[in-house]
């Protein structure tokens, strides 16, 4: 009669019939853990799909992180006034736009200028042709920069225009124009 790994005698050879363990002999299984290569995006040592450093996804071929555009009735009555004819947006669907590593253009598409950003706003009135730009950084965040805009780009609840390159996080709402927001998220966040 076969005895189990906690000292109990079975009939069974295979499981024990008090406990239930496995009898005889065990196989291990080892799982073997992806080997590491360089980020293709930050060059950090990575393994596995995801980049820990910056998130990009090898699948996809990007960062993970998208910017998700809408128009924002709070931001608009911030920055209107009575005098002007800008009328907010009665049907503006909010889109999300994936954030590719490098540098993302943020503006109105302009054929005469040859310009087409990667989050076009040409819907905005209060939008520059190249408003803002997002560029990533070696961390694997971004940063923000205004690209000389007419109306300036402001971020979360600061006033402020920004005025040199910006660190921007996951959740940070950046404002553009006369009723955009661009809220960042990052590897699917919400």
């Known amino acids: 009669m076969p005895t189990c790994p906690s000292g109990h005698d079975s009939v069974a050879t295979d499981f024990c019939d ?17 080997a590491e290569t360089a980020c ?15 998130g990009y996804d090898v699948v996809a071929g990007g960062t993970g992180w998208i910017a998700v555009v809408a128009a924002d009735r709070a931001y608009f009555d911030t920055v209107s006034s009575a005098d002007e004819e800008i009328t907010f ?8 736009v ?4 490098g540098e993302v253009r943020i503006g109105r598409r302009s054929r005469s200028r040859g310009l087409n950003p990667e989050i076009d ?10 408003h803002a730009v997002l560029r990533t950084v070696p961390n ?10 007419t109306n ?23 404002h553009v124009g006369a009723w ?11």
């Open 152 to 174: 300036g780009t402001t971020v979360n609840d600061d006033p402020d225009v920004i005025e040199t390159a910006v660190p921007v996080r996951d959740g940070d709402r950046i």
């Open 180 to 190: 955009t927001t661009i809220t960042l998220r990052a590897n699917g966040s919400r």
């Open 121 to 130: 706003l040409s819907e905005d009135p209060g939008v520059s042709h190249l």
């Open 89 to 96: 947006p009665t049907a503006y669907p909010e889109r999300a």
């Open 18 to 34: 008090i406990c239930g363990h496995q009898l005889g002999e065990v196989v291990a299984v080892v799982v073997a853990e992806p």
């Open 98 to 101: 994936q954030l590719r590593p």
């Open 40 to 54: 293709p995006s930050c060059g950090e040592a990575m393994s596995g799909r995801f980049c820990e450093s910056c």
């Open 140 to 149: 694997g965040g971004w940063e923000l920069t205004d690209a000389g805009s």
